[in-house]
């Protein structure tokens, strides 16, 4: 079956930092392209981040570049996401999610249960 | 990175179809045929219903699709049934060779 749980959530105070993991099983993790979607409490979904199926290439929002990091470990089958400086706006739950192909541009068909990051003072 | 423009909420009886706007401009839903549409209920993960602007993953009923026209994509759901009230969401690649996804809609099957 294929799977994505993602780990590493939590309560952090504005400034702080977090590192988000998601662990990927049922395909070839390093043919895949990964991305990590976030959702607001009551909000809709904002694409963060993605990561090419090798990690030569990576990819980020306006609004976390300079300040996130996405990386994949291809022994591990495993995606992270290293957050610093955060914010109170960056309150969300984290998706991991995997892409059709080995670029982030096709679309996500399948997704993480997802894991609550809360940035509050 | 503006997010692009659906509606808000959209509603439709048993058995009717609706359609959902996606609206971005010649940089990201014109300029490429990735535009994707996600369906989401309350309180889950998001789930792919049709990606490359009007293909099914495998095991998505024939009831959910997709088209393009310029810098308009749109979702028709045809035979509208219970099971499909949920938040709906585009997305597209962009030139930017990031990902955008629209604000959302709220399906509700009255």
């Known amino acids: 079956e294929v799977q994505l749980l993602e780990s590493g959530g939590g309560l952090v105070q504005p400034g702080g930092s977090l590192r988000l993991s998601c662990a990927a099983s049922g395909f070839t993790f390093s043919s895949y392209a990964m991305s990590w979607v976030r959702q607001a409490p009551g909000k809709g979904l904002e694409w963060v981040s993605a990561i090419s199926n090798i990690g030569g290439s990576t990819f980020y929002a306006d609004s976390v570049k300079g300040r996130f990091i996405i990386s994949r470990d291809s022994s591990k089958d495993t995606l992270n996401l290293q957050m610093n400086s955060l914010r109170v706006e960056d309150t969300a739950v984290y998706y991991c999610?995997?892409?059709?192909?080995?670029?982030?541009?096709?679309?996500?068909?399948?997704w993480g249960q997802g894991t609550t990051v809360t940035v509050s003072s | 990175q503006s997010a692009l423009t659906q509606p808000a909420s959209v509603s439709g009886s048993p058995g009717q179809s609706i359609t959902i706007s996606c609206t971005g401009t010649?940089?990201?839903?014109?300029?490429?045929?990735?535009v994707s549409w996600y369906q989401q209920h309350p309180g889950k993960a998001p789930k792919l219903i049709v990606y490359d602007v009007s293909n099914r993953p495998s095991g998505v009923s024939n009831r959910f699709s997709g088209s393009k026209s310029g810098n308009t994509a749109s979702l028709t759901i045809s035979g509208l049934q219970a099971e499909d009230e949920a938040d709906y969401y585009c997305?597209?690649?962009?030139?930017?060779?990031?990902?955008?996804f629209g604000g959302g809609t709220k399906l509700t099957v009255l």
């Open positions: 010649s940089s990201d839903v014109g300029g490429y045929n990735y």
């Open positions: 999610a995997k892409a059709r192909g080995d670029r982030s541009s096709r679309g996500m068909d399948v």
């Open positions: 997305s597209s690649y962009t030139s930017s060779s990031t990902v955008v």
